[in-house]
Nanobody, 126 residues
């Protein structure tokens, strides 16, 4: 069992920055994958970024490449999402998620993740 708690959301103007944090508790194995997803009103939950716990490999959806950076600090079992140059279309609830193993075929699919945080709201005003 893994418990995930997000923090760091808020209201920011377009072009601004926010850093989200996801604290993980429970048994975190080296094989785990940590991901960030988001869901805007009326839309499906979508993949944002993921990082593998073992070798720190990182993956991003195209719309955030060059603006968002995912990172992890194994010493404190925390994953971060640094978001720069935020746009109005980044407005959503952001969720942290985890799964036991990495698969290149479905790491971006929400239902492939086992554990989820409660979400944190990010609102970007234009």
């Amino acid at each position: 069992q893994v418990n995930l708690v997000e923090s760091g959301g808020g209201l920011v103007q377009a072009g601004g920055s926010l850093r989200l944090s996801c604290g993980a508790s429970g048994q975190i194995l080296s094989s785990y994958v940590m991901g960030w997803f988001r869901q805007a009103p009326g839309k499906e939950r979508e993949f944002v970024a993921a990082v593998t716990w073992r070798n720190n490999a990182k993956y991003y959806t195209d719309s955030v490449k060059g603006r968002f950076t995912i990172s992890r600090d194994a010493a404190v079992n925390t994953v971060y999402l640094q978001m720069n140059d935020l746009k109005a279309e980044d407005t959503a609830i952001y969720y942290c998620a985890s799964r036991p193993e990495f698969s290149r075929t479905d790491y971006y699919i929400p239902r492939s993740y086992t554990w989820w945080g409660q979400g944190t709201q990010v609102t970007v005003s234009s």
